[in-house]
């Protein structure tokens, strides 16, 4: 059984109603897995008497190795026919990581651990982006990619709400035998996307290829070439610059103010934005073929500077969740723009997963060095200080998209109004 894609925004390509529903599915039970990490992995080490300096060494390595195969993951993207493969292989190494911290807590498995659950980090949130493509084409793109970040946000809520209450409930060890469970529906899922509604060429941003043989290519240097695809990057360094060290200094303030209902007050400032994504990512994706990408993207990227001033100006633990309120709208923007941006830009040249991994390896570097340089501020100059430099920094990657990155919807594809611009663009 199949149906066209008209709703997606094309008219040309089919694929089969159980396709979409199996990625609607592989998207919630993927964010529901890794929902079971991060914060959950230093709680239990910590319960299990880790000192300090271990747990910090065991997560910098996994953010090392999600860094370092980011580019790696994007090349064999490119190349591997089967993208379910990558999907599946990934979620047996995630299975494998649970497993290794639920049953054999020591140092050098953990390590093993966690340093493989990291390079998932680099193919696993692409592959999806690819089969997407594959699936529906670029005309299709944007709106599909909102019902993946919908479906991802509330897997990523579903599997937050459970291993926090099997943690409560039974043990921190419970958590990753819930992770390594939520496996065999993400298989299932997995299994129902049809191969032959995979077209390997869109795929790889090659969109008139789908024969046995790999296609051509662009060479790699011409990615670099591409002012628009760097402009990009770089922005995505800054945002992340300052957004990945926006939480945990807001926690600490929480935590000094409202000690009494802090964890509380800490799960909401995660939430919130998270159901804001869920309820905002479909609009998005279809307003981004009616206005362009451009206009949300600004958006997305306003929204956090605005956010770190209201932690740097305001104390009240609610006032405060509304400033984090705002991470919901720049999560949303980008979780959905990121993707079809690299995909505006790299039709036709075959090297759409290896420019994913160019931008995630952007992004990436930002986010690492955020928090140190954050943490650094604020022991030196206070918490309010640390806030109104990350307000500046992010304004500087806004400004960046104000001034310097173009409209990259395809021409064809644009109306009058997608034409207008927003802010001078040179």
Same mark, same amino acid.
């Given at each position: 059984? &199949? !149906?066209?894609?008209?709703?997606?925004?094309?008219?040309?390509?089919?694929?089969?109603?159980?396709?979409?529903?199996?990625?609607?599915?592989?998207?919630?039970?993927?964010?529901?897995?890794?929902?079971?990490?991060?914060?959950?992995?230093?709680?239990?080490?910590?319960?299990?008497?880790?000192?300090?300096?271990?747990?910090?060494? #065991?997560?910098?390595?996994?953010?090392?190795?999600?860094?370092?195969?980011?580019?790696?993951?994007?090349?064999?993207? @490119?190349?591997?026919?089967?993208?379910?493969?990558?999907?599946?292989?990934?979620?047996?190494?995630?299975? #494998?990581?649970?497993?290794?911290?639920?049953?054999?807590?020591?140092?050098?498995?953990?390590?093993?651990?966690?340093?493989?659950?990291?390079?998932?980090?680099?193919?696993?949130?692409?592959?999806?982006?690819?089969?997407?493509?594959?699936?529906?084409?670029?005309?299709?793109?944007?709106?599909?990619?909102?019902?993946? $970040?919908?479906?991802?946000?509330?897997?990523?809520?579903?599997?937050?709400?459970?291993?926090?209450?099997?943690?409560?409930?039974?043990?921190? $060890?419970?958590?990753?035998?819930?992770?390594?469970?939520?496996?065999?529906?993400?298989?299932?899922?997995?299994?129902?996307?049809?191969?032959? @509604?995979?077209?390997?060429?869109?795929?790889?941003?090659?969109?008139?290829?789908?024969?046995? +043989?790999?296609?051509? /290519?662009?060479? /790699?240097?011409?990615?670099?070439?591409?002012?628009?695809?760097?402009?990009?990057?770089?922005?995505?360094?800054?945002?992340?610059?300052?957004?990945?060290?926006?939480?945990?200094?807001?926690? +600490?303030?929480?935590?000094?103010?409202?000690?009494?209902?802090? &964890?509380?007050?800490?799960?909401?400032?995660?939430?919130?934005?998270?159901?804001?994504?869920?309820?905002?990512?479909?609009?998005?994706?279809?307003?981004?073929?009616?206005?362009?990408?451009?206009?949300?993207?600004?958006?997305?990227?306003?929204?956090?500077?605005?956010?770190?001033?209201?932690?740097?100006?305001?104390?009240?633990?609610?006032?405060?969740?509304?400033?984090?309120?705002?991470?919901?709208?720049?999560?949303?923007?980008?979780?959905?723009?990121?993707?079809?941006?690299?995909?505006?830009?790299?039709?036709?040249?075959? /090297?759409?997963?290896?420019?994913?991994?160019? #931008?995630?390896?952007?992004?990436?570097?930002?986010?690492?060095? &955020?928090?140190?340089?954050?943490?650094?501020?604020?022991?030196?100059?206070?918490?309010?200080?640390?806030?109104?430099?990350?307000?500046?920094?992010?304004?500087?990657?806004?400004?960046?998209?104000?001034?310097?990155?173009?409209?990259?919807?395809?021409?064809?594809?644009?109306?009058?109004?997608?034409?207008?611009? !927003?802010?001078? #663009?040179?």
């Amino acid at each position: 059984m &199949s !149906v066209t894609v008209g709703s997606l925004g094309t008219a040309d390509i089919s694929v089969s109603n159980p396709s979409l529903d199996g990625l609607d599915r592989v998207n919630f039970f993927l964010a529901a897995m890794l929902a079971g990490f991060g914060p959950y992995v230093a709680a239990y080490l910590a319960n299990e008497k880790w000192p300090q300096a271990e747990i910090g060494l #065991v997560l910098s390595a996994g953010s090392v190795a999600a860094l370092l195969s980011q580019l790696p993951g994007g090349e064999v993207l @490119d190349k591997v026919r089967s993208k379910r493969a990558v999907i599946a292989i990934g979620a047996g190494i995630v299975i #494998v990581s649970a497993l290794i911290l639920a049953f054999w807590p020591r140092l050098p498995l953990v390590f093993i651990g966690v340093v493989l659950q990291g390079v998932t980090g680099g193919f696993l949130g692409p592959a999806i982006a690819a089969i997407s493509l594959g699936l529906v084409g670029h005309a299709a793109l944007a709106e599909r990619l909102g019902r993946n $970040q919908r479906f991802a946000s509330t897997g990523a809520l579903a599997g937050a709400a459970l291993m926090g209450f099997v943690g409560y409930l039974v043990s921190y $060890q419970a958590i990753f035998l819930i992770v390594a469970l939520l496996g065999l529906p993400l298989f299932f899922a997995l299994a129902r996307i049809r191969a032959v @509604d995979i077209h390997f060429g869109r795929s790889c941003g090659a969109p008139g290829h789908h024969g046995i +043989e790999q296609p051509s /290519r662009a060479g /790699r240097k011409l990615l670099l070439k591409d002012s628009r695809l760097v402009i990009f990057a770089a922005s995505l360094f800054l945002f992340q610059l300052a957004n990945a060290s926006v939480l945990p200094l807001a926690g +600490e303030i929480l935590v000094r103010n409202s000690q009494a209902h802090s &964890s509380l007050a800490i799960s909401a400032l995660i939430i919130v934005p998270q159901i804001i994504v869920a309820v905002m990512a479909p609009w998005v994706g279809r307003q981004a073929q009616g206005w362009g990408r451009r206009p949300l993207l600004l958006i997305g990227f306003a929204a956090l500077p605005i956010r770190a001033l209201g932690f740097a100006l305001i104390s009240d633990p609610l006032l405060l969740l509304a400033s984090q309120a705002l991470d919901g709208i720049s999560a949303t923007a980008l979780g959905v723009l990121t993707a079809l941006i690299i995909a505006d830009l790299t039709g036709s040249t075959g /090297r759409f997963n290896l420019a994913q991994g160019i #931008v995630g390896t952007a992004s990436g570097i930002g986010a690492s060095i &955020s928090t140190t340089l954050s943490g650094l501020v604020a022991e030196s100059l206070g918490s309010t200080t640390a806030f109104l430099c990350i307000a500046a920094i992010a304004s500087l990657g806004t400004l960046m998209i104000w001034f310097l990155m173009p409209e990259t919807k395809p021409p064809s594809e644009r109306t009058k109004t997608d034409r207008q611009s !927003v802010g001078p #663009v040179p």
